[in-house]
């Protein structure tokens, strides 16, 4: 384990066992649709790499990227950075993000997607902190639950720190005190 890190809240294997049944059942739901997987950069490629091995429906890839975050609180300020590289048009969108946290993010990116003409726009997310969503976002495949604490790995990062670790753990608080 990483010294920064407290403790271990999801291994690899766990994810891994999470992606192939989350794959699974996107799969189903949307077998015979144009699906594009919308990775919100930069944390949810290692999630996005993952699960999309365990989906079997064919699938296209587009990324955004969309900061909101300073440190270790959120801001609320959201700016779009790179925008979406193929047109939305008549497309089954779902966004892949890392950590729904307070939702502000997401609760901007929706409408957005949406008001480009998408056939339909929903999430997967690999953490969801329920204690934290202050917006009225759901998402549609959620991996794991995780408590109101600093998480980081599998994408996660403090400071742009931790993302390459293959566990999701959580950040010890004198490394961000
Ligand atoms: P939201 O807009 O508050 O839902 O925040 C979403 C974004 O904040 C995520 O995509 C992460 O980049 C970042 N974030 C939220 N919580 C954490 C955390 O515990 N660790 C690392 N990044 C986080």
Same mark, same amino acid.
């Given at each position: 384990?990483?010294?920064?890190?407290?403790?271990?809240? +999801?291994?690899?294997?766990?994810?891994?066992?999470?992606? #192939?049944?989350?794959?699974? #059942?996107?799969?189903?739901?949307?077998?015979?649709?144009?699906?594009?997987? %919308?990775?919100?950069?930069?944390?949810?490629?290692?999630?996005?790499?993952?699960?999309?091995?365990? /989906?079997?429906? $064919?699938?296209?890839? $587009?990324?955004?990227?969309?900061?909101?975050?300073?440190?270790?609180?959120?801001?609320?300020?959201?700016?779009?950075?790179? $925008?979406?590289? #193929?047109?939305?048009?008549?497309?089954?969108?779902? /966004?892949?993000?890392?950590?729904?946290?307070?939702?502000?993010?997401?609760?901007?990116?929706?409408?957005?997607?949406?008001?480009?003409?998408?056939?339909? %726009?929903?999430?997967?997310?690999?953490?969801?902190?329920?204690?934290?969503?202050?917006?009225?976002?759901?998402?549609?495949?959620?991996?794991?639950?995780?408590?109101?604490?600093? +998480?980081?790995?599998?994408?996660?990062?403090? $400071?742009?720190?931790?993302?390459?670790?293959?566990?999701?753990?959580?950040?010890?608080?004198?490394?961000?005190?």
């Amino acid at each position: 384990m990483h010294k920064d890190c407290k403790e271990i809240l +999801v291994t690899g294997e766990q994810i891994t066992k999470r992606c #192939q049944e989350l794959g699974a #059942q996107i799969s189903k739901d949307y077998e015979g649709k144009e699906v594009i997987l %919308v990775g919100l950069l930069k944390g949810s490629v290692p999630f996005l790499a993952e699960l999309s091995k365990y /989906i079997t429906i $064919d699938v296209y890839f $587009d990324y955004m990227d969309v900061s909101s975050y300073d440190g270790a609180t959120s801001t609320g300020n959201i700016v779009v950075e790179t $925008d979406l590289k #193929q047109s939305v048009r008549g497309k089954h969108i779902l /966004i892949v993000e890392d950590i729904l946290d307070t939702g502000r993010t997401l609760a901007t990116i929706v409408p957005y997607i949406r008001e480009r003409g998408a056939a339909s %726009v929903e999430i997967v997310t690999m953490l969801f902190k329920p204690e934290r969503l202050e917006r009225s976002i759901e998402a549609k495949y959620i991996g794991f639950n995780v408590p109101n604490a600093f +998480v980081i790995g599998f994408g996660l990062d403090y $400071d742009q720190k931790y993302r390459n670790l293959p566990y999701v753990g959580i950040l010890k608080e004198e490394c961000y005190q």
